[in-house]
């Protein structure tokens, strides 16, 4: 895979237009779909998931116009079957215990081995792979970044209820994620022969099959020369969705610029990552996170600042400032998980009305 490039991967809920609940009727989408997008939509677990996936993307314009036309035509397709389609990280009330499961060998084993934490584990989330040289440079680049993925993930935050509660969180998907083995922020890895001998331990004691059941919030994949970041929620809008990457991809480039010029980029613990994480999480854009380096909690709006002033001498190149400033539209109109909370409260508590808003959502700048 070529330097820099992406591949932008979303999961989007089945939606009854009657009863607003999730409907495991996703293969017909997947059929119908496979004429058209041959392998860039595939079924998930539930059948009530679909996801979609771009083609190897050369900027953030192509990337662009992939998720457009991914989004258009499987709302057309869902369409078809008199079915919706919605874009948030959990559904405001559908119960996991009700949904069916894919008929796939995979799938199968996964739910023999781990039994109700697969079956409950009904989320919907944004990955987004950055194309890198080496695993070698591309291990040294995973380190730092996981630094700013409490940063990222705030701004994705889309899931704010749970089985019909509002859970107090702007995004409950990764505490619902969170019950899988080998999830959340990574350990610091010294070498790409390091992380190797992990994953080797693990396959060697029947602990995983291959290195895709690592489901970081970051990793580098197993198969392709990418760095693939996880942690988000697949926000509501396209717009949302390519500032996320443009910044993703952003972020990756300047780091790779300051290790080729041997600007040391300071690694912090897993531990200390997870207590922004844990912020981003219940707060969204509207809490504080840790300036490690200061040692003191910042304003999340101030750290956005500085995170774009750390980029903004790579975006002209990648052409993308346009779409990483994007971000400051996010902070102006709230995340998915604030816009949804609004809609709750100004209908007096009526979910179907959430679930209305976020099927219309997913089509802006669509149609």
């Not at 790409?192 to 396959?203: H, I, P, T």
């Not at 990648?318 to 998915?336: A, C, K, M, P």
Request: a negative charge; one cysteine or more; aromatic letters at 10%.
């Amino acid at each position: 895979m070529s330097l820099f490039t992406l591949g932008i991967e979303e999961e989007f809920q089945t939606i009854d237009p009657e009863t607003r609940d999730l409907r495991s009727h996703m293969s017909k989408i997947v059929e119908g779909g496979k004429i058209s997008l041959q392998e860039r939509v595939k079924a998930e677990m539930h059948q009530a998931v679909v996801e979609v996936g771009t083609n190897i993307c050369y900027n953030i314009q192509q990337a662009r116009d992939e998720v457009i036309y991914l989004r258009k035509h499987i709302i057309e397709l869902a369409d078809a079957q008199n079915l919706k389609v919605a874009a948030a990280g959990t559904h405001p009330f559908a119960d996991w215990q009700d949904q069916l499961i894919t008929d796939n060998p995979r799938y199968d084993a996964l739910i023999d081995e781990m039994r109700d934490v697969a079956r409950g584990n009904l989320i919907f989330g944004l990955h987004v792979h950055v194309g890198i040289e080496n695993r070698n440079q591309g291990l040294e680049i995973l380190n730092a970044v996981r630094y700013f993925l409490p940063h990222i993930y705030a701004l994705s935050t889309n899931s704010p209820f749970w089985c019909g509660r509002n859970t107090g969180f702007k995004s409950y998907r990764s505490k619902v994620f969170d019950k899988f083995p080998r999830t959340g922020i990574p350990e610091f890895f010294a070498s790409a022969s390091e992380y190797d001998d992990y994953v080797n331990l693990l396959v060697k004691t029947n602990c995983i099959d291959d290195g895709k059941k690592i489901w970081w919030d970051i990793r580098l994949h197993p198969y392709f020369n990418t760095i693939e970041f996880r942690i988000c929620d697949i926000p509501m809008r396209a717009d949302e969705t390519i500032c996320l990457a443009a910044l993703m991809q952003a972020l990756v480039v300047k780091i790779y610029k300051l290790l080729k010029q041997n600007l040391n980029f300071r690694s912090y613990r897993k531990v200390l990552i997870n207590e922004n994480k844990w912020r981003a999480a219940r707060y969204g854009i509207h809490g504080k996170l840790i300036d490690f380096g200061k040692q003191e909690e910042v304003p999340y709006r101030n750290l956005c600042d500085e995170l774009l002033d750390f980029v903004d001498d790579v975006l002209d190149e990648l052409g993308s400032r346009h779409e990483v400033e994007y971000i400051r539209t996010i902070l102006d109109n709230g995340t998915g998980a604030d816009r949804q909370l609004a809609v709750f409260e100004q209908s007096g508590g009526d979910l179907k009305k959430v679930v209305d808003y976020i099927v219309e959502e997913t089509k802006v700048g669509i149609f």
